[in-house]
């Protein structure tokens, strides 16, 4: 079961960092100036980031992601009832973390095909890296 070895392998790096009283993040990829790192061109970690709560307030998680050395963020989306709120956080998320951080949004499948259109077009100009899975693909029998 690769997943559950993963979650293991997880869990002893983040022991593993909690010790040394460093993120995991650290602990993997020293960050050099924070935000100012995530011009350059390595390898970049990717934070996971729960798209609920109030839209200020996932921007701040966000803001403490990328000074923990996260470059990339990856939002989960779709979580609330019109896609019209979840664009107001990837608003508040880019105007707080700036455009050097890569962003990228997660539906899973969850809206229909024009609340994806929707949600498309009030993100856009906010420089996303890719939206995916925005909705479940109709299937012909």
Known sequence: MPSVRRG???AILNAFASRQSS???SVLHAPKDKVA??????????ALLDGEGAP???????????H????????????????VDDAVVVQEIRKR??????LR???NRKWTYEQAMKFGSLVEGKN????ENLFKMKTTS
């Open 8 to 10: 293991l392998e997880m």
């Open 23 to 25: 993120s995991l993040l």
């Open 37 to 46: 790192s995530c011009s350059h061109s390595g390898t970049r970690i990717c």
């Open 56 to 66: 200020v307030d996932v921007a701040n998680a966000a803001y403490d992601l990328v």
């Open 68 to 83: 923990e050395g996260f470059c990339s963020l990856k939002l989960k989306v779709a979580r609330r009832k019109d896609p």
């Open 97 to 102: 973390v700036g455009p050097l951080v890569e």
């Open 105 to 107: 949004v997660d539906a």
């Open 128 to 131: 996303l890296q890719y939206i």
